[in-house]
């Protein structure tokens, strides 16, 4: 690897380390700080983020304008119907007032890499995938703090934390769309060094996303132990309930199977690392690990590959139309 790609790279994790300190900055409770949750995780999902954005072009915004019909029926899915669903089921299992909210959390959350990826093998429109996630990404900066702000108030009552709406906002924007934005700057630049980037930063994300979700598990085992009977079948529910809707609503309005495909998938799966982090921002946890509220997202993580595994079976042996 050239050293100018080396630069490039340290150059990258050194602005990642001052975004994390950044958003890391209010976090700390009272003289308790925990470097993995005000440092590690927010650097962490900058990161993942970044490797989203290495692969992106700006004529993978331009889906709206390609594909309005797909676009239209995968974002109402994403930012109206996902957090509609999750709100009955939240209500419906009667989950406590933090993990109720750690699920809207969840469904507010744009799909990820991970979305990206299983698209592929389930032989949907990748290309499609991408611009979703993409132009989502962007979008729930405002919507998911609104939104999360509303479920608080419903779920916590007078419980709940203040929260600086417009503060959660920017720190999301931080943590998603300015590495993404990174990301984009040197595919369009430095074309070259972003393809021999692409591949090792994927690997690195993948990692992160596994230690992540296994970490805030690990650190609300008592909590999970308490609520598996209700938060397993809410977070399954969600996935396999938004995969449906997804895939029904596409096929409905004439969508080919490809895309019909992609719309179930990014309607069904989640970035649970923007959930946890989500959670952690907004309250972080008095012993200084992962907050209840990541939880669910946590959760999510492991599970929606037990529910996601039989419709990438099922979309295999489909013949391709």
């Known amino acids: 690897m050239r050293k100018s790609t080396l630069s490039l790279i340290f150059a990258i994790f050194a602005l990642f380390l001052v975004t994390g300190s950044v958003v890391a900055e209010d976090e700390v409770v009272e003289d308790e700080s925990n470097v993995i949750v005000d440092v590690v995780l927010p650097v962490a999902l900058a990161f993942i983020m970044f490797s989203l954005g290495i692969g992106l072009t700006v004529d993978d915004f331009t889906v709206v304008f390609k594909e309005p019909k797909a676009f239209a029926i995968g974002l109402t899915n994403q930012m109206i119907v996902l957090p509609i669903v999750?709100?009955?089921?939240?209500?419906?299992?009667?989950?406590?007032?933090?993990?109720?909210?750690?699920?809207?959390i969840l469904a507010c959350c744009p799909g990820g890499v991970t979305s990206?990826?299983?698209?592929?093998l389930a032989k949907g429109d990748t290309a499609l995938s991408v611009s979703y996630t993409a132009i989502v990404s962007v979008a729930t900066v405002i919507t998911l703090p609104l939104i999360v702000g509303l479920s608080m108030?419903?779920?916590?009552?007078?419980?709940?934390?203040?929260?600086?709406?417009?503060?959660?906002?920017?720190?999301?924007?931080?943590?998603?769309?300015?590495?993404?934005?990174?990301?984009?700057?040197?595919?369009?630049y430095f074309a070259e060094t972003a393809d021999k980037m692409e591949k090792g930063v994927g690997m690195v994300a993948a990692g992160l996303f596994v230690i992540i979700v296994l970490a805030a598990i690990a650190?609300?085992?008592?909590?999970?132990?308490?609520?598996?009977?209700?938060?397993?079948?809410?977070?399954?529910?969600?996935?396999?309930?938004?995969?449906?809707?997804?895939?029904?609503?596409?096929?409905?309005?004439?969508?080919?199977?490809?895309?019909?495909?992609?719309?179930?998938?990014?309607?069904?799966?989640?970035?649970?690392?923007?959930?946890?982090?989500?959670?952690?921002?907004?309250?972080?946890?008095p012993d200084g690990g992962f907050s209840t509220l990541s939880l669910p997202s946590?959760?999510?993580?492991?599970?929606?590959?037990?529910?996601?595994?039989?419709?990438?079976?099922?979309?295999?042996?489909?013949?391709?139309?």
């Not at 990206?116 to 592929?120: A, D, E, R």
């Not at 203040?162 to 920017?170: F, T, V």
């Not at 946590?298 to 042996?317: H, Q």
Request: proline letters at 3%.
């Open 86 to 104: 999750g709100f009955v089921i939240a209500s419906g299992l009667g989950l406590s007032a933090e993990l109720a909210v750690g699920l809207m």
């Open 116 to 120: 990206n990826i299983i698209t592929k």
């Open 153 to 188: 108030d419903h779920f916590m009552g007078e419980a709940a934390p203040d929260i600086d709406i417009l503060r959660l906002g920017m720190e999301v924007f931080l943590l998603t769309t300015v590495p993404v934005g990174l990301g984009m700057t040197i595919r369009h």
């Open 219 to 285: 650190t609300e085992w008592d909590t999970l132990m308490d609520n598996i009977g209700k938060l397993g079948p809410a977070v399954m529910l969600l996935c396999a309930v938004m995969l449906g809707i997804g895939y029904g609503s596409a096929a409905f309005l004439e969508l080919n199977s490809k895309r019909a495909t992609t719309v179930s998938i990014e309607s069904g799966i989640q970035n649970a690392v923007v959930g946890i982090a989500v959670g952690d921002l907004i309250l972080a946890a």
């Open 298 to 321: 946590g959760v999510y993580g492991v599970l929606m590959y037990i529910v996601i595994a039989p419709f990438i079976y099922w979309r295999i042996t489909q013949s391709e139309d």
